[in-house]
């Protein structure tokens, strides 16, 4: 049980105003307090105030010093008792007789001592209970006049009445509690606690007048304040227990509080009106205590505690139970929802369990409430509500149902296992459960079952059941039909049943109906007394119970019904309507034609209707009658429906003022006739003269009106009663109904012989009159007798007068009265009872002629017979036609008349048409041929046929064989038929007979025995022919394929003919297959035509051209049915083609689209369309229906393209397919490389493996080796160039390829390269001069080579020794390996490997002058950072082997004026020298000391070809920079010049030439004049190319810094990507150089931790774009993380919307949103001036890298729709419940504990890990690679490094070349 808190109906007081009572009333519409200021406030049931009124005091003129101590409300809610300290109960009447609310007392009853309590019980509502101070149990009689009071039972020693209760349990309804007074629906019984503590316990009367008992039960330990009684007795009071007694005053339960805090006395309690649930009442609190059905006692469930309320002073609970309501000392009053749960049944209803056994069904509609309770106090177990109407609950053992409407409930005992019954609420008032093979009937309201049956028919047209309560003088009836059998109907009397609630009832059968046709309908009128049913003959039958006569009302019924409510009948006879109004006279029918079907029968208010009077004004009963297009009503007349319902009621007054509003027709003249009848039977004779007036019938009406008189002297005369049950009057009734017994009897038994014997002569019933008096021995007897025989002569009433003499014996007198009246056979019958009297001859004679003249003629031939004159008897009987006894009579005398007698006998019955009793005669008279006629003339042809059978000469009864053949041919007997057709010659009959029945073989058979071959066609085809102009198309087949041959055409043809295609293809099918097909076809295209579309297509389908049907469809626009024809006849290529038809049809487009989805079929339709080279079609339907079909569209219309040559085209949509690896197979194909590589590089970098692979085997076919190894080890697969030069037998090569990329082949390759070396040597191969091995590109063959002295030499062949050693390794193998890292672009290790060569390794200097330049070549070309070192280094090795004019030009290549001038006099060409140095002071005044210089040292001389003279040139003067001042001055002079004119490009190459100092200065100028100008990109990139100085200031620090804030802080529309790549590497020589200088670096800390910041802020966003740009989404996203660690240098907001959008592209929704979101909060924030990154909520990046203590944007950096769309993402991301909304994390390594994926630093143990050089994420050791092969080491993560690298051929840091480490 949960108490919950509702409000307080009542507030408190400021000071001490107990609630001293509180009662609900029974409807629960009214709740009452009382106060002890004697103010009742009334509530209703919402808890809100109505009214309030002062209590009275007994004295009206004495002081109001008294308190309401109690109060009840009467039973029916109307009236409320107040018990008074002042010694009174007033009772005051809440409503009046009008309904209308005012209070007024309308009883009171004063006792001698204060009054303390009251209760009303229930089931009393004309008494109420009240206790005394004095120890009395007083009752009170509310009577309308008058009062009564006495004492119930009293105390034995007058102890005070503290507390009273009535008993709950059990009592079927809703209780109600006031304060210490309980009461409830059932309240047998009640106890009463006294100030002594003893309880005494009262109970009832069971029956009227009988003594209650009084019981002292118990002595409580305490004063029992709070006393209630439900299941068990709760007791409590000061001694802080509450105790539980059984209703003997056993103890069964104490619960004792003393050692709890704050426990005080129990001043209250009330139980709930289940009685399974208890509130006691203490101080700031109150408990609940439960009865445990599962531990068998009681419990404590629950304790209230309210601070403040002071002393809980009364309870009371609602009397649904669903509301607890508890006063308190200060006033204040407290509502309380009680519930056990709640819950809601199918939206529609909530049901609210307030106990265990009681549930509170609220329809949410209207609010409605039902209380369910079980009367056993038993669990409900569940509830289902049927038809929104009907309840249906269980418990453990029974069964509760209910009417929602009629608020009746009942309950039963019920052991069956649920689910096995069916129930069905078709009867309002009953409910038919039907389980295990057996009807229950349960009245609504009624805790019985009301009768049983069993039966296997429960259609609800096959049970009725009529429930009539008592009205008027109609009695009570409920009764049950059903059928036992399909032919039965049994009738069962429901108020014979005897039974109890926890018992079966029985049923007596009051009647059974049986018929002999199947009954499919049946229903009982509302009285139960005519039952209407059906049969399968669709026959009407009414059934008066009274009598079990049946009467067809209808021949033809197709609906019945009985008016609800009434005894009229409504049924329907085909075309008409019939009305019913009086069952009493079924042939008198009303009916109406109608055109339609009856469909039901409709009752309610007329609409503008009055109340309604007799008449039924106000009412309508209308038949709805459906007429196919509309539903048409027939009113029925309202007053003879409501003469029905009077008369029903025996309410003849009323039904006599119906009919006396109508005119008199026949329908009403029977109804005033029934009610007459009625009313005389009845008595009412008043009533039945008024009925007789209204029919005319003066006679009656007046007799009745002396009746009336007679019965009005016969009550005045009694003093009592209305004088119809006199004697007289009775007797006066029955004679007018001529029950002449029943008038007789009356009289008799009063002694009025001589008035019975008057009566009977008024009214000439003589004989009656005299057997009264004969009877009673009356005086006049004889001569009453003679009087009657005059009487009778003088009447002409002979025949009685003769039966008089007969009985007097006086035969003779007989016989003459009976000769004289004309009866001779009874005067011969005298005769022949006296055959011992001696008759006289005349008399006899006389008799004999008047028998002849009468023609009496059995009569005289019997009188013949007994005189023995047999001739006289025999001619007697034939002439009066007695055969019989005249055959009897010739058998005895002459046996040869009897063949004579039996023949005239036969020919007298075929004269009397009885022809089958004249059979057997003519038989007996041997005349077969009449027997055989009369057989046929009575159509006994079996007893002809048999006759026939047994003649002698069957050729006389050949005339007779045809209509016996016809018989049998009527009776379906064919075989006989035929028989005896053809004995009479017709055997063309019975051919004819058996085509008529369709036995056709049986035809042929009879035609083959007896016709010929032409006459049988000919016979079919003529048959044939008529049967097909009569229409008999079946019979006509059958004759035409009897003929056969071209009849069955002719049969195919009629058939075609009537539209009878069934039958055309069928017999096709039979007869004619091979034209099966175009026969279908032909039906199909008639069926078109006609717009019978469905069998058409049927027939196209079995003519296999289903296509005709689609085609049919698609000109009809019946698109559904063109496509369900192509799905199930065409398979999915049709269906495709169908439905892309049918889009567009529509348009296509969305359209199209949206109607392809409809159906399901948009991806056939696009698969159609990419299949048939519609692709703009499939595009379109893609794109607006199914957009995962766009890149197999794509991918189809690509390989379209590629077949169509159209390789561009091609490639684009093999693109847009997400299909690259295709677009570039293409290429491949057509061999076009770079396109394939193109294609590779930006969509596939999968594939760029494949085209080298490709592309080498091509230059492999074509020989082209070191192409071909080149391809080779970019695809990565260098054991197919090995394998290429093992193929070629070049090992030299394959030696060089295995020990660099695959080591583990080199020693196999020795082995095979000295085995090829030892052949050579055996076959004396010694070879030529000193070229490379393999021919390289940069290298020639073999030439001269300069000695180690400057002579040259000429080149001979190596000797063996060296060539072995060449093909070992060697200068060629260095040569090799620098070749093989150049096309690997690993151009660092071959610059290095070039370098390591020199004049100790070959003699051969050409060879070394190519090496070194190819070495310089290189870094000019790709490692410019290296570019002058190396060029000065090889420049001096030039110098050294004398190719001084070399090293001069290799200076001149890079702009290196200085160094070609030092090279060229170095070398001794000074020509050259000056003309390079032109007009430069600096440079000629430097060439002219270096002359006089070398010419000093001998170097005059000049070497032949230029390279240099014959000794060497010592010393050398100084250098260019040793000039004077003038010329550098000068020289800076041109430099500002071109400064000044913004010829920057001269300006960067002047200051150049000044050294890095100069040159970085200007790049630095340069960089701040465009950077005022807001080229950002300018300033970054004239910095990154130019240099910057060697020791910057401070200033130009500064400059350096805003420079990348601003590039760094762009908008996201403004970011240049290629802006922060040229601020990248501008920053990274500057961080470099600040680390460098330890001196800067301590000075410009802080600088340069910015600097770094903005290095990697630049670094992180230019990878990021340029993986973006590569289609690298995840690598993309990563870098953009990266980035995050910066904000604040990136704008907050614009960095936030980037990582999460790139997160979002990659596919992870989950970093997405964590991302967004506080992107959202980003720009929230913004809106506010006042607010700071602080306020932001940073739980998702509380332990992650990224900071949080940035400034909030005063900007938005990205662009509004950007932002909706970012704002829609998270949106629907927080929608979808199965993405993660966090960040990623992974496993830190030295903890093991999660942490962000992007941290450096692990939250949980601070372990630090290194960023990798390309995502910045952290690196791991298992996974980390370091690549320095171009200066500085490289850290990344092997995936992103392998990803970048293979993507972009160089390293992320210096941009140098770079290779996959794997």
């Not at 038949?623 to 029905?644: H, K, M, N, R």
């Not at 630049?1658 to 590569?1670: D, E």
Request: overall charge negative; glycine content about 8%.
């Amino acid at each position: 049980m949960q108490l919950r808190y509702m409000k307080s109906v009542l507030p408190p007081s400021d000071n001490l105003q107990k609630v001293t009572a509180l009662t609900w009333s029974p409807n629960n519409a009214r709740l009452a307090v009382a106060t002890t200021d004697r103010i009742v406030y009334m509530f209703d049931e919402q808890g809100e105030r109505k009214d309030k009124f002062k209590a009275k005091p007994a004295d009206p003129n004495g002081p109001s010093t008294f308190v309401v101590k109690s109060m009840a409300f009467s039973p029916d809610s109307t009236k409320l008792a107040l018990a008074q300290s002042d010694n009174m109960v007033f009772v005051y009447k809440l409503v009046d007789d009008t309904g209308a609310e005012k209070k007024s007392i309308c009883n009171k009853f004063l006792h001698s001592h204060a009054t303390t309590t009251v209760v009303w019980p229930r089931d009393r509502p004309n008494e109420l209970v009240f206790g005394t101070a004095d120890g009395k149990i007083r009752l009170a009689t509310i009577k309308s006049k008058g009062r009564n009071v006495w004492s119930l039972y009293e105390h034995a020693q007058g102890s005070y009445v503290v507390a009273l209760s009535c008993n709950i349990t059990n009592s079927g309804g809703s209780g109600n509690i006031v304060g210490g007074l309980s009461s409830s629906v059932s309240s047998q019984g009640l106890i009463s606690g006294h100030a002594d503590g003893s309880i005494y316990k009262y109970m009832f009367p069971l029956e009227e007048g009988g003594a209650g008992t009084v019981l002292q039960i118990v002595i409580h330990p305490c004063v029992p304040y709070a006393l209630s009684w439900g299941q068990s007795i709760a007791a409590a009071g000061n001694d802080n227990k509450v105790v539980f007694y059984d209703a003997n005053g056993r103890e069964i339960r104490t619960f004792d509080y003393g050692a709890e805090d704050g426990a005080r006395e129990f001043t209250s309690a009330a139980f709930n009106p289940s009685g399974d649930t208890v509130a006691v009442g203490s101080f700031n609190r109150f408990y609940t205590f439960s009865y445990s059905m599962k531990q068998a006692d009681w419990e404590e469930v629950g304790v209230k505690q309210i601070e403040n309320f002071y002393t809980v002073s009364s309870v009371a609970w609602k009397p649904d139970g669903s509301k607890l309501v508890v006063g308190g000392l200060t006033g204040v009053t407290d509502m309380y929802d009680a519930c056990v749960r709640r819950h809601m049944y199918k939206g529609k209803f909530e049901f609210t369990h307030v106990s265990r056994s009681a549930v509170i069904v609220k329809t949410l509609q209207t609010g409605a409430r039902t209380v369910l309770k079980s009367v056993y106090g038993l669990e409900i177990i569940r509830i289902n509500v049927y038809q929104e109407r009907y309840l249906v609950a269980r418990t453990s053992s029974t069964l509760l149902l209910g009417n929602l409407e009629t608020c009746k409930l009942s309950e039963v005992s019920w052991d069956r296992i649920e689910g096995g019954e069916k129930f069905h609420f078709e009867n309002e008032r009953v409910c038919l459960v039907h389980a295990a093979g057996e009807l229950h009937i349960i009245e609504y309201g009624r805790n019985e079952v009301l009768g049983t049956c069993r039966t296997e028919h429960m259609s609800p047209y096959l049970v009725s059941v009529a429930v009539h309560e008592k009205r008027g003088l109609s009695p009570d009836s409920k009764k049950l039909a059903y059928l036992i059998d399909l032919q039965t109907i049994r009738i069962q009397d429901l108020l014979m049943t005897s039974g109890s609630p926890m018992m079966m009832p029985s049923a007596a059968t009051s009647s059974s109906i049986n018929h002999d046709t199947r009954i499919d309908w049946l229903a009982l009128n509302p009285r139960g007394t005519h039952l209407l049913f059906r049969d399968r003959q669709r026959h009407l039958h009414l059934v008066a119970m009274a009598t079990q006569s049946k009467s067809t009302l209808l021949t033809h019924c197709s609906f019945a019904q009985w008016v609800p409510g009434s005894d009229v009948v409504v049924a329907q006879s085909r075309n008409n309507l019939c009305v019913w109004y009086s069952i009493a006279k079924p042939e008198n029918v009303t009916m109406f034609p109608i055109k339609g079907e009856i469909v039901e029968i409709e009752t309610g208010n007329a609409v503008g209707g009055g109340a309604g009077g007799a008449g039924g004004g106000g009412h309508r009963t209308e038949v709805i009658v459906d007429e196919g297009i509309s539903t048409v009503s027939y009113a029925l007349d309202e007053v003879l429906i409501f003469f029905g319902a009077a008369l029903e009621d025996q309410d003849y007054e009323k039904a006599a003022d119906t009919l006396s509003e109508l005119e008199l027709t026949p329908e009403t003249e029977t109804q005033w006739q029934q009610l007459a009848d009625a009313a005389e039977k009845s008595g009412f004779l008043s009533i039945a003269e008024r009925c007789y007036a209204a029919l005319g019938d003066i006679a009656r009406t007046r007799f009745l009106h002396r009746m009336s008189k007679m019965a009005s002297a016969a009550a005045a005369e009694s003093g009592s009663g209305s004088g119809s049950d006199s004697f007289a009057v009775r007797s006066q009734l029955a004679l007018l109904q001529r029950q002449w017994p029943v008038a007789e009897n009356l009289l008799l038994a009063q002694g009025k012989v001589d008035e019975v014997i008057v009566m009977y002569q008024d009214h000439q019933r003589w004989e009656d009159a005299v057997r009264v008096a004969e009877q009673n021995r009356h005086p006049e007897a004889a001569a009453l007798k003679s009087r009657f025989f005059r009487w009778l002569l003088e009447t002409g009433q002979e025949e009685k007068a003769a039966a008089v003499k007969e009985e007097e014996e006086d035969y003779l007198a007989a016989i003459n009265l009976y000769l004289k009246g004309g009866m001779p056979g009874r005067a011969a019958q005298v005769v022949m009872r006296t055959p011992a009297h001696s008759w006289d001859m005349s008399l006899l004679e006389s008799i004999l002629a008047a028998l002849a003249k009468a023609e009496l003629f059995e009569r005289a031939g019997e009188l013949y017979e007994m005189l023995n004159r047999f001739p006289d008897a025999l001619v007697s009987y034939k002439r009066g036609h007695a055969y019989r006894k005249a055959i009897d009579l010739a058998r005895r005398e002459d046996p040869s008349q009897v063949r004579v007698l039996e023949e005239l006998w036969g020919d007298w019955l075929v004269v009397q048409k009885q022809m089958d009793a004249a059979i057997n005669h003519f038989i007996e008279s041997y005349a077969p041929l009449k027997a055989i006629k009369a057989a046929m003339e009575c159509r006994q042809f079996t007893k002809a046929a048999g006759i026939i059978d047994a003649l002698d000469n069957p050729a006389d009864a050949i005339p007779f064989y045809r209509r016996i053949a016809q018989h049998y041919e009527s009776t379906s007997s064919l075989e006989e038929a035929e028989r005896y057709y053809v004995k009479c010659g017709g055997a063309r009959d019975a051919v004819e007979m058996y085509s008529r029945a369709g036995k056709w073989d049986a035809a042929q058979r009879v035609a083959r025995g007896h016709l010929t071959e032409a006459e049988m066609r000919q016979l079919y085809r003529t048959k044939g022919a008529e049967f097909e102009d009569a229409h008999k198309f079946k019979e006509a087949e059958k004759a035409y394929l009897a003929a056969g041959g071209e009849d069955v055409d002719r049969a195919i043809a009629m058939y075609r003919k009537a539209r009878m295609y069934d039958h055309t293809l069928r017999l096709v099918q039979m007869y004619r297959k091979d034209k099966l097909s175009e026969e279908h076809l032909l039906v199909a295209q008639q069926l078109e035509a006609e717009g019978s579309l469905r069998d058409a297509e049927k027939h196209f389908a079995e003519g296999k051209d289903w296509k005709s049907a689609v085609q049919m469809y698609r000109q009809h626009v019946m698109w559904e049915d063109a496509l369900r024809v192509a799905r199930v006849y065409g398979g999915p290529t049709a269906t495709k083609q169908v439905a892309y038809a049918w889009a567009l049809s529509v348009g296509g487009g969305d359209e199209g689209a949206a109607l392809l989805k409809r159906i399901g079929l948009i991806e056939q339709a696009i698969d159609y369309a990419i299949e048939s080279g519609a692709f703009a079609q499939a595009f379109d339907l893609a794109r607006s229906g199914l957009k995962s079909k766009l890149p197999e569209a794509h991918l189809k219309y690509a390989m379209f393209l590629e077949d169509e040559g159209r390789f561009a085209e091609a490639e684009v949509e093999f693109v847009a397919a997400d299909k690259a690896k295709e677009a570039v197979d293409m290429y491949i194909h057509n061999q076009d490389w770079a396109a394939a590589l193109r294609v590779a590089e930006q969509n596939d970098p999968s594939s760029l493996q494949d085209v080298f692979v490709a592309q080498a085997r091509t230059c492999l076919e074509r020989k082209q080796l070191p192409q071909a190894e080149a391809l080779f080890l970019r695809a990565k697969r260098p054991e197919l160039a090995l394998k290429m030069y093992r193929d070629a037998r070049l090992l030299g090569d394959a030696l060089r390829v295995a020990e660099d990329y695959l080591p583990s082949k080199a020693s196999e390759i020795q082995m095979e390269l000295q085995q090829m070396q030892q052949q050579q040597m055996q076959q004396g191969g010694g070879g030529g001069g000193g070229g490379g091995m393999g021919g390289g590109l940069l290298l020639g063959g073999g030439g001269s080579a300069a000695t180690s002295n400057g002579s040259f030499a000429s080149s001979a062949a190596p000797s063996t020794s060296t060539t072995a050693t060449a093909f070992m390794g060697g200068t060629d193998g260095v040569i090799a390996k620098a070749k093989g890292f150049e096309r690997a672009h690993d151009y660092a290790r071959a610059i290095e490997a070039y370098l390591s060569l020199g004049p100790s390794d070959s003699p051969n200097l050409d060879l070394l002058e190519r090496v070194w330049e190819q070495a310089a070549s290189l870094a000019i070309n790709f490692q410019r950072h290296r570019m002058v070192d190396v060029v000065n280094m090889v420049s001096g090795r030039l110098q050294e082997i004398r190719r001084h004019q070399a090293a001069a030009e290799l200076h001149e290549s890079i702009d290196d004026v200085q160094g070609a001038i030092r090279a060229y006099c170095a070398g001794g060409l000074f020509p050259a020298a000056r003309q390079l140095a032109g007009n430069n002071p600096t440079f000629l005044r430097f060439i002219e000391e270096r002359q006089g210089k070398y010419q000093a040292d001998g170097g005059g001389v000049g070497g032949v070809g230029g390279g240099g003279g014959t000794g060497m040139g010592g010393g050398g003067g100084a250098g260019m920079g040793g000039g004077t001042g003038t010329g550098g001055g000068s020289q800076q002079q041109a430099i500002e010049m071109y400064a000044q004119r913004d010829d920057w490009d001269r300006v960067h190459e002047l200051a150049a030439m000044q050294g890095t100092d100069v040159a970085g200065q200007y790049s630095v100028r340069h960089a701040e004049r465009l950077f005022k100008q807001g080229n950002y990109l300018g300033a970054a990139q004239a910095l990154q190319r130019h240099g910057l100085p060697p020791v910057a200031t401070s200033a130009q620090l500064n400059f350096f810094r805003d420079l990348s804030a601003a590039i760094l802080g762009a908008t996201i529309t403004e970011r240049n990507p290629d802006a922060e790549a040229a601020a990248r590497d501008y920053l990274y020589r500057l961080v470099m150089q600040l680390r460098n200088n330890p001196g800067a670096a301590q000075k410009y800390k802080v600088e340069l931790e910015l600097f770094q910041k903005h290095y990697y802020a630049c670094h992180f966003l230019s990878n990021g774009s340029l993986a973006k740009n590569r289609g690298l989404k995840t690598l993309a996203a990563m870098c953009y993380t990266s980035a995050l660690r910066s904000v604040g240098v990136i704008p907050a907001d614009r960095a936030f919307f980037e990582a999460g959008m790139a997160w979002k592209e990659a596919g992870r929704l989950s970093m997405a949103f964590v991302m967004l979101n506080r992107f959202l909060d980003l720009n929230d924030a913004m809106e506010d001036p006042d607010s700071s990154a602080a306020m932001i909520e940073n739980s998702d990046f509380q332990d992650t890298d990224v900071p949080f203590d940035f400034h909030i944007p005063e900007r938005p950096h990205v662009p509004d729709r950007a932002r909706e769309d970012a704002r829609n993402l998270v949106l629907e991301i927080s929608m979808d419940g199965s993405t993660d909304q966090s960040l990623s994390t992974w496993m830190c390594e030295q903890c093991g504990k999660p942490t962000f994926e992007a941290n450096l630093t692990c939250h949980c143990c601070k372990s630090v890990y290194e960023p990798c050089s390309i995502s910045g994420y952290p690196v791991a050791k298992f996974d980390k690679v370091v690549f320095s092969a171009n200066g500085p080491e490289i850290v990344s993560i092997r995936e992103r490094w392998n990803e970048w690298v293979e993507t972009f051929r160089m390293e992320p840091v210096t941009g140098g070349p770079a290779a996959p480490i794997y």
